[in-house]
Nanobody, 125 residues
Framework: EVQLVESGGGLVRTGGSLRLSCAAS????????IGWFRQAPGQEREGLAC????????VYDDSVKGRFTISSDNSKNTVYLQMNNLEIEDTAVYYC??????????????????WGQGTQVTVSS
């Protein structure tokens, strides 16, 4: 059974940093692409970044380029999202998801098959 478990969310001041983790199990980690998404109240779920675990290829949405970094530790079957210089507008529930094609060429939510339960990130002034 594919499982994705996010952790690392919390409350942070503007300008601060957080590192989210996505622990994956139930599939061959290197065969999948893993993405990070977020959804604020009343908003669509938006893609932020994606990584292919076999070669470390990354794709970022323009909205987070330069502030967020996605990385993968294949020995731990875990993908991270390092978020720096956080803004109030970054407040949302953050999700990781797995793309079974392993292509990792897009941050579109429609390309991802399996989802975690989400972790809340709240940025305050």
């Amino acid at each position: 059974e594919v499982q994705l478990v996010e952790s690392g969310g919390g409350l942070v001041r503007t300008g601060g940093s957080l590192r989210l983790s996505c622990a994956a199990s139930g599939f061959i980690f290197e065969d999948y692409a893993i993405g990070w998404f977020r959804q604020a109240p009343g908003q669509e779920r938006e893609g932020l970044a994606c990584i292919t675990s076999d070669d470390g290829k990354t794709v970022y949405d323009d909205s987070v380029k330069g502030r967020f970094t996605i990385s993968s530790d294949n020995s731990k079957n875990t993908v991270y999202l390092q978020m720096n210089n956080l803004e109030i507008e970054d407040t949302a529930v953050y999700y990781c998801a797995a793309d079974s094609t392993g292509l990792g060429s897009t941050t579109s939510k429609y390309a991802f098959d399996y989802w975690g339960q989400g972790t809340q990130v709240t940025v305050s002034s």
